[in-house]
């Protein structure tokens, strides 16, 4: 079993029961690094050394590409190994300390005063006017990318003014009740009227944009930008701060995240506070209006 014998496996048995962002991650690391390398060697007889050597080569654009490829090369491997397809290999000599840098963990809290730049950037941009939607709701919802990304039309229900994420694109594998502010109905009403079933299409208007378009989008507009470096991710702590900042309960900006509440609430207290949730967003979204203005 080459190296790629041993993707291609994994990407057949394992990969496809992954979400489908996760599965374009995993897809995109395996085309770009895996498939190719070490043509014609035995998995097995690949010397520890060779490994490093190969990691190594690929810190020196990425450090932090490094470390991540190694972790899923390690999967990959791991999973043939339960499968018995190999048996083991010199990688599992390797830590993953030694190989680059781990991403770290994230600290930036665009101000509303970054965020209204950011917001007029993408106004202005001559990108598609899905792509621009897609990234200004984000700023206005804090949802994870792919939530928004991957949604259909049906997920809205615009009179119940409720937005459902349906468990398959959600990160907890649960279905997510969320409200429909005002801004950002605004939004969503534009984007109905032009596109069909999928509402942040790409080239193609029946898929969805991928996740590698949309950040080289936002990639463009960060470097246009004279602001210190942020993520699209950045946005969600931009909001969890902001909606603190103005009064929200801690309670009701975990349930605007997503994220399970401790102890008792956690296992007995379903409720989702939506009318709470809704009166955070319209405070948030207005206090970025007066950026705006």
């Avoid at 190694?70 to 999967?75: D, E, G, Q």
């Avoid at 950011?118 to 598609?128: G, K, N, V, Y």
């Avoid at 702590?237 to 008792?264: C, I, N, Y």
Wanted: charged residues 25%.
């Amino acid at each position: 079993m080459t190296l790629g014998d041993c993707v291609a496996y994994w990407m057949k048995h394992y990969v496809p029961q992954l979400k489908v962002g996760t599965q374009t991650l995993y897809r995109s690391f395996a085309k770009n690094y895996l498939i190719g390398a070490f043509p014609g060697r035995n998995v097995e007889t690949i010397h520890a050394r060779e490994w490093m050597e190969w990691l190594d080569t690929i810190c020196l654009d990425s450090s932090k590409t490094a470390n991540s490829l190694f972790t899923k090369l390690r999967a990959g491997l791991n999973f043939c190994k339960s499968k018995f397809i190999i048996e083991k290999t010199d990688l599992d000599r390797i830590k993953r300390q030694h190989v680059g840098k781990a991403p770290e963990v994230g600290t930036r809290v665009p101000t509303f005063s970054e965020l209204s730049m950011i917001w007029l950037a993408i106004e202005r941009s001559r990108a598609s006017s899905s792509n621009k939607a897609l990234h200004q709701l984000t700023i206005l919802r804090g949802n994870r990318l792919s939530e928004l990304r991957l949604a259909r039309r049906c997920h809205f229900d615009m009179e119940a003014g409720i937005w459902m994420v349906p468990k398959e694109i959600s990160k907890t594998n649960m279905p997510i009740r969320r409200p429909i502010p005002t801004k950002a109905r605004v939004i969503l009403e534009r984007i109905m009227e032009t596109y069909e079933d999928v509402l942040f299409p790409g080239g193609d208007l029946d898929k969805p944009i991928t996740i590698s378009a949309a950040n080289r989008y936002i990639r463009c507009i960060r470097d246009s930008l004279p602001i210190e470096d942020w993520r699209t991710h950045d946005f969600r702590r931009s909001l969890s701060t902001g909606a603190s900042e103005l009064g929200v309960m801690p309670h009701v900006v975990e349930k605007m995240f997503d994220h399970e509440l401790g102890g008792v609430l956690a296992v007995y207290n379903k409720h989702d506070w939506l009318k709470e949730q809704l009166e955070g967003y319209e405070l948030y979204a207005e206090k970025l209006d007066n950026y705006l203005k």
